[in-house]
């Protein structure tokens, strides 16, 4: 922004590094860290390894795509770090897309994506690895945050590895007592295990190896196909899918026309109302798909 922005001094200033600084402040470590530093955020998490990796379930950053700050590490880099400390990748937002130069009004494309935000969460793996009743504490801990940021897959994997743990850690909160999220997340779970456990099909049987291949052939060579065995073939595929999943018809035909499904409810009155309307879209997007399937 050198047209509207002169600098008029400059200052050096010390920097700590977040480890030190929790330790020596006595600050209990964080559970999720939110950055955004200005290209300096893989500094930030290498200065604090010692934080990050045994503590930190989540970071939400922003990252750039190529140099915008000189000298900054770019996201291909922090992604190296947080994987190399036990983190999984979940989600990239892109950012406002920039420009390689002035353009006027009028001559502007999808342009050019420099920067966004990105999601990291712990690996579940990488927890399960030890045992003990603090690995459970950590595993609500990161199940909550994914349905903070509408991970619902992840936050019921963390829960079914809470649920393999809890004979040998029925209660790993002690006499502190557990807090209010636990019951929450162990009704979320209930009611996940309570759900029918019915799914979209998918491709393996919708389409065998042929219908597959005859998505790319030229469009005379597959109408005269269809009229001989990959007729038959889509046919007898279809066949097969209704009597596989015919039976679910009238269940997913109920999911689609419902205004709110229980879990949905569940999560609206704990305070997921915006999850609890992903979820609504998804549910009706599936249940439209699986129908469009059998037909």
């Given at each position: 922004?050198g047209?509207?922005?002169?600098?008029?001094?400059?200052?050096r200033v010390?920097v700590?590094?977040?480890?030190?600084?929790?330790?020596?402040?006595?600050?209990?470590?964080?559970?999720?860290?939110s950055?955004?530093?200005?290209?300096?955020e893989?500094?930030?998490?290498?200065?604090?390894?010692?934080?990050v990796?045994p503590?930190?379930?989540?970071?939400?950053?922003e990252?750039?795509?190529?140099?915008?700050?000189?000298?900054?590490?770019?996201?291909s880099?922090?992604?190296?770090l947080l994987?190399?400390?036990?983190?999984?990748l979940f989600?990239?937002?892109?950012?406002?897309?920039s420009?390689?130069m002035?353009?006027?009004?009028?001559?502007?494309?999808?342009?050019?994506?420099?920067?966004?935000?990105?999601?990291?969460?712990?690996?579940?793996d990488?927890l399960t690895?030890?045992?003990?009743?603090?690995?459970?504490?950590?595993?609500?801990?990161?199940?909550?945050l994914a349905?903070l940021?509408?991970q619902?897959?992840?936050?019921?994997r963390?829960?079914?590895?809470i649920?393999?743990?809890?004979?040998?850690?029925?209660?790993?909160?002690?006499?502190?007592g557990?807090?209010?999220?636990?019951?929450f997340?162990?009704?979320?779970?209930q009611?996940y295990?309570?759900w029918p456990?019915?799914?979209?099909p998918?491709?393996?049987?919708?389409?065998?190896?042929t219908m597959?291949?005859?998505?790319?052939?030229?469009?005379?060579?597959?109408?005269?196909?269809?009229?001989?065995?990959?007729?038959?073939?889509?046919d007898?595929?279809r066949a097969?899918?209704?009597?596989?999943?015919?039976k679910?018809?009238?269940?997913?035909?109920?999911?689609?026309?419902?205004s709110?499904?229980?879990?949905?409810t569940?999560?609206?009155?704990n305070?997921?109302?915006?999850?609890?309307?992903?979820?609504?879209?998804?549910?009706?997007?599936q249940?439209e798909t699986y129908l469009?399937?059998?037909?």
């Amino acid at each position: 922004m050198g047209e509207i922005l002169k600098a008029v001094a400059t200052q050096r200033v010390d920097v700590r590094r977040l480890d030190s600084v929790c330790a020596e402040a006595k600050i209990a470590p964080p559970d999720m860290l939110s950055l955004d530093v200005q290209g300096a955020e893989w500094d930030v998490l290498a200065g604090a390894r010692k934080l990050v990796e045994p503590s930190v379930l989540g970071v939400d950053l922003e990252v750039e795509f190529a140099e915008i700050y000189r000298g900054q590490k770019v996201f291909s880099q922090i992604h190296d770090l947080l994987i190399g400390l036990g983190f999984e990748l979940f989600r990239v937002t892109p950012g406002d897309p920039s420009v390689t130069m002035v353009m006027p009004i009028g001559f502007f494309g999808e342009e050019r994506q420099t920067w966004g935000e990105a999601l990291y969460l712990k690996s579940n793996d990488h927890l399960t690895a030890t045992a003990g009743p603090e690995t459970t504490i950590r595993l609500y801990k990161l199940a909550l945050l994914a349905l903070l940021y509408a991970q619902v897959s992840y936050a019921v994997r963390c829960l079914e590895a809470i649920e393999a743990r809890r004979a040998a850690n029925p209660d790993p909160w002690g006499s502190a007592g557990a807090p209010g999220y636990a019951a929450f997340l162990d009704g979320f779970f209930q009611l996940y295990q309570s759900w029918p456990k019915v799914t979209v099909p998918d491709f393996s049987e919708t389409h065998t190896q042929t219908m597959s291949q005859s998505r790319f052939w030229p469009e005379d060579k597959r109408a005269a196909a269809m009229k001989g065995d990959l007729g038959k073939e889509i046919d007898a595929t279809r066949a097969r899918l209704s009597a596989t999943h015919g039976k679910n018809a009238g269940y997913i035909l109920k999911l689609l026309l419902m205004s709110r499904t229980p879990i949905e409810t569940y999560l609206a009155d704990n305070g997921f109302a915006r999850l609890a309307q992903i979820v609504a879209e998804k549910r009706k997007a599936q249940a439209e798909t699986y129908l469009r399937v059998l037909m």
